[in-house]
C-alpha cells in the first residue's frame, strides 16, 4: 500500500503497558481459558474448553460475546500498580503508524458513505484485555465489541496471519482492521442487533445468520479496498494479499488445521471460497448496497 504516516490516531487507544501481569491469578470474573490464562469463572470442563478453543482462532467476535454473556464469578481483581514502561521496537511502532493511518482512511471513508457515521476506537493490547463484552486474549485474534464500539487487537496477530496462516503483505493487514471495522458499521446500522435477535428467536439459524453477518463485514471490507484502489492507495500485489487472507481464515481451512475434517454446519465465519466471493464484490462494486448476503441464496 502507498500511504503516509499522519502520525498517530486520536482514535487510537494504547493499552500495550497494562501486560498480563495484571492478571497473575488468571482473568478476574468472566475471563476463560484462551491458550495461556486459566478459567476463574465459570467451571467448563476439558470438553468444554476444547470446543471454545476452535472457535479462538480469527475474526471470533461472537466468542468475546459469548464470554460476556456467562455467569460472572465473585472474585476480586489483584491490587494493580502503575504500568509498567512500554517496552516496544521501532518495527511495532512502525506498525502502530499503518494501522492509525488505515484505522483513519477507514472512517474518513464510511464517514463519505455513510451520513451520521459514528467513528470506532482501536485498542490496542498485549496479552490480555478488558472490554465492555468481557474479558479476551490475545489468542483470541483481533474482534469488534458493540457495546463500547471499540476494535481490539493485539498487534502481534499480524505476524501470525504471516507466519501461521500463510497470509503476508499490507494490505492483509489492512484487510483485517476493514472487516472489524465492518461489523463497526453493521452495529451502527442496527444489522448487528437484528442478527443477534434472529438468533435468540430461531436457535437452530444461529450459525447460519452469523456466517451472513461476516461475509457481509468481509464485502464491507472490500467497499473500502475499493475506495482506496481509485485514489490510487494501491499497489500491484496489494488485491492478491487481501484475497488471500480471507481464504486464510476461512472455516473450512481452519477446521482442516484444527481438527483434521470440515463440519460446514459448524461455520460461523463462512467457507474460504464465500469469504473471497464476498470480500472481492465489494472491492469490485464499492457499494455497501451489493453487500446484502442475508438476501443471497446460499450467501
Known amino acids: 500500500m502507498r500511504w503516509t504516516s499522519r502520525g498517530r490516531s486520536r482514535h487510537v487507544e494504547d493499552r500495550r503497558a497494562e501486560t498480563r501481569r495484571r492478571f497473575p491469578f488468571g482473568l478476574p470474573g468472566g475471563g476463560g481459558r484462551v491458550g495461556r490464562a486459566s478459567v476463574r469463572a465459570p467451571r467448563l470442563g476439558l470438553g468444554g474448553l476444547l470446543v471454545l478453543l476452535l472457535f479462538a482462532v480469527c475474526f471470533r467476535e461472537q466468542f468475546v460475546q459469548v464470554l460476556s454473556s456467562l455467569p460472572k464469578a465473585n472474585v476480586s481483581a489483584p491490587p494493580v500498580g502503575a504500568p509498567a514502561p512500554l517496552e516496544t521496537s521501532a518495527a511495532e511502532e512502525e506498525l502502530v503508524q499503518f494501522v ?39 489468542a483470541m485474534g483481533p474482534f469488534y465489541c458493540p457495546l463500547d464500539q471499540k476494535v481490539y487487537i493485539d498487534l502481534v496477530f499480524y505476524e501470525e496471519l504471516h507466519r501461521r496462516f500463510g497470509a503476508p503483505g499490507d494490505f492483509a493487514q489492512a484487510y483485517v482492521l476493514a472487516h472489524e471495522i465492518g461489523h463497526h458499521v453493521q452495529n451502527l446500522l442496527g444489522t448487528a442487533g437484528e442478527v443477534r435477535r434472529a438468533q435468540q428467536a430461531n436457535p437452530r439459524l444461529a450459525n447460519e445468520l452469523s456466517v451472513r453477518q461476516e461475509l457481509q463485514a468481509d464485502c464491507l471490507a472490500g467497499v473500502w479496498g475499493h475506495s482506496t484502489a481509485r485514489r490510487d492507495i494501491l499497489e500491484r500485489g496489494d488485491v492478491e494479499e487481501g484475497l488471500a487472507a480471507a481464504a486464510a481464515i476461512g472455516d473450512d481451512r481452519l477446521q482442516r488445521r484444527s481438527q483434521g475434517r470440515v463440519v460446514p454446519d459448524a461455520f460461523t465465519h463462512g467457507s474460504s471460497r464465500q469469504r473471497v466471493t464476498w470480500f472481492r464484490r465489494g472491492l469490485e462494486s464499492g457499494d455497501p448496497e451489493a453487500c446484502d448476503t442475508f438476501s443471497a441464496g446460499g450467501a
Open 100 to 138: 492509525s493511518f488505515v484505522l483513519d482512511d477507514l472512517q474518513e471513508t464510511w464517514a463519505r458513505l455513510l451520513p451520521g457515521y459514528e467513528s470506532a476506537r482501536l485498542v490496542l493490547f498485549r496479552d490480555a484485555v478488558r472490554s465492555a463484552c468481557g474479558f479476551a486474549e490475545s
